[in-house]
């Protein structure tokens, strides 16, 4: 199933994984003039670089993979409507002059691409409740905004519900990888995607963010969606 807003890969079961990627895309929908150089469509204020290629390469029997299909530069799906950043008239620096849309233009994009994303997907955890949801991200080695190295390989965040979290942590710290908890964000504050479709039906979910050195070619998107495929064997089968 593919639109404009978004893609589905594989065939979601009930009680399998569905991994989710708010940001695996930098397109942007025709009509829409964002203002900027294209060269910055291909960096991380765009798109989760690699989150893509990792899902795809996740799918399989029992794990689906749920793409959005917009750049987060045209409207981040992963905000509450009216939270800032949803349409980043600056982003790590750079000033994104077509977001200067108002109340209006600013509707009209949560109607025409936040709130069918939503709607879509959660009719398909309604349809077949995974055991697990996977919220699947990427982040830059370091800001342009800001001199400090982030030295997690890998970050796990949450809200309130910290199930998935708590199990997943210590298995990857076992791999020798250096583990964020809350880091280099927190769930606690940028969670909105999880928030609605998790953490508000009692759904299990883990969300990750991955350094994009480490997913940035092809072996390493590999090496990583076999490491999150095991990682979520291994979550739901403590999760019970």
Sequence with gaps: MTTEVYRLLGTPVEGGVLVIA???SNHVPEGIDLGIPEELMNQHIAIDIGVAAVAERMVA???SA???????LVCDLNRDIGMPGMFPVVSDGYAIPGNMIGDEGRAARVAEYFD????ALESLLDRAPPALIV???SFTPGLATCDKPRPWEIGILYNEDDRAARIAIPMLEAEGLTVGDQEPYSGRILNSSMNR????HGRAYLSIEIRQDQIADAAGQALWADRMTRLCRGVVAQLG
Excluded: K, Q, V
């Design 66 to 72: 749920w793409l959005a299909g917009i750049s987060r």
């Design 135 to 137: 919220s699947l991200h």
């Design 197 to 200: 479709h998790a953490e508000a």
């Design 116 to 119: 069918p994303y939503h709607a």
């Design 61 to 63: 029997a029992g794990t």
């Design 22 to 24: 708010d940001h695996a």
